[in-house]
């Protein structure tokens, strides 16, 4: 099943794709819009072009297990989202993927704007190959 995994933020949103067998995941760029309802509508767009059966969307939980802020605004994104492009999203506990994406980023010396584009579509990565781990350890055919 294709799966695209959605790291939304309030500046970007970052995107990744996994293949119909979901063996392979690949970065599919980030959508910068100015405004929640820009956003929703440019990663609708953008998920449909891609060809999603399945959105992952990220769901910051804090530390702790309580869910904040962040996690509603994700929450109700997700939600909206699937309503908008009729493709079933679930949510995804995407705790430290973010600090993640900057430990790679430094250890490759990626640094400055460059950065700044790809962190998030790093993010969405990293949040994709870890929910096809769990899909797969849960047994679920692609």
Do not use: Q, W
Not at 68 to 87: D, N, P, V, W
């Amino acid at each position: 099943m294709i799966i695209v995994a959605v790291d939304f933020g309030d500046a970007r949103t970052g995107l990744a794709v996994c293949d119909k067998k979901e063996l392979a995941v690949t970065e599919a760029g980030f959508v910068a819009a100015g405004s929640y309802k820009k956003a929703l509508a440019a990663v609708g767009e953008r998920v449909k072009e891609l060809g999603a059966e399945l959105l992952v969307v990220g769901n910051p939980i804090n530390m702790d297990g309580s869910e904040g802020y962040r996690s509603a605004k994700c929450k109700a994104f997700a939600r909206e989202l699937s309503e908008l492009t009729g493709i079933p999203a679930e949510l995804y506990d995407e705790r430290l993927t973010t600090v993640e994406a900057h430990k790679i980023l430094s250890e490759n010396n990626v640094r400055g704007k460059k950065r700044k584009t790809i962190v998030d579509t790093l993010s969405a990565r990293l949040i994709l190959e870890d929910a096809i781990k769990v899909r797969r350890n849960k047994g679920i055919e692609a």
